[in-house]
């Protein structure tokens, strides 16, 4: 079992920059994909940014140049550095981990975009 707990949200201005945590319990390299989501109000979860344990990265077109997603093996834990915030951005962001085939989940982390 995984366990993965989030830091980092919070409120910020338009064009201001957040940076999100999520420490994983295990040793990342053994999670197959680690990725973050996020689920604004009356909106279906959508993915943000994932990587993957040989470190490829993905990224929502929405967020593509703005956010990136890394990781520190050291402290078995991944962030997602964003930039030039939009209200649009504003939504829960839910640390993911995919690993043999089952989701675990963080307990999620507001961030909210003020304009």
């Known amino acids: 079992q995984v366990q993965l707990v989030e830091s980092g949200g919070g409120l910020v201005q338009t064009g201001g920059s957040l940076r999100l945590s999520c420490a994983a319990s295990?040793?990342?390299?053994?999670?197959?994909?680690m990725g973050w989501y996020r689920q604004a109000p009356g909106k279906q979860r959508e993915l943000v940014a994932s990587?993957?344990?040989?470190?490829?990265?993905n990224y929502a077109d929405s967020v593509k140049a703005r956010f990136a997603i890394s990781r520190r093996t050291g402290a078995n834990t991944v962030y997602l550095q964003m930039n030039s915030l939009r209200p649009e951005d504003t939504a829960v962001y839910y640390c993911?981990?995919?690993?043999?085939?089952?989701?675990?989940w963080g307990q999620g982390t507001q961030v909210t975009v003020s304009s």
């Open positions: 990587i993957t344990n040989s470190g490829n990265t």
């Open positions: 993911n981990a995919k690993k043999l085939s089952v989701d675990y």
């Open positions: 295990t040793n990342i390299f053994s999670i197959t994909v």
